[in-house]
């Protein structure tokens, strides 16, 4: 993956957690730390998700992600790893 493909993809994973953020709460969610690992295949479809984290943001976060289609080139699979630390604002 060249670095310009790179950045892309970057990008688009941190654009799919701001839009499964802001469909999954937070208010009155608990912010504990979490993880999520998507598998993305090289259609960009999310075939394996793998969640670090057992609060009910952390659930909703891996549902909306896993069900993104991410676009570009890459070889298949390519893995995603998306780590949150929220705080109250």
């Known amino acids: 993956m060249s670095k310009v493909q790179h950045t892309a993809f970057l990008d688009m994973q941190g654009r799919a ?3 499964a953020l ?3 709460g937070p208010p009155g ?3 504990s730390p ?3 690992v998507l598998q993305v295949e090289a ?3 999310v075939s394996a998700s ?3 984290g057992e609060t009910a943001l952390a659930q ?3 549902r909306k ?3 993104t289609t991410f676009t570009g080139k890459w070889s298949a699979p390519r893995y995603m790893l998306v780590g949150a630390i929220l705080r109250e604002p």
Do not use: I, M, N, Q
Request: proline share 0%; with cysteine; charged share 25%.
């Open 43 to 45: 259609s960009g479809t």
């Open 17 to 19: 957690l701001v839009s």
């Open 22 to 24: 802001d469909a999954c």
């Open 60 to 62: 909703c976060v891996e």
């Open 29 to 31: 969610k608990d912010l």
């Open 34 to 36: 979490f993880t999520v």
């Open 50 to 52: 793998w969640r670090e």
């Open 65 to 67: 992600l896993s069900a």
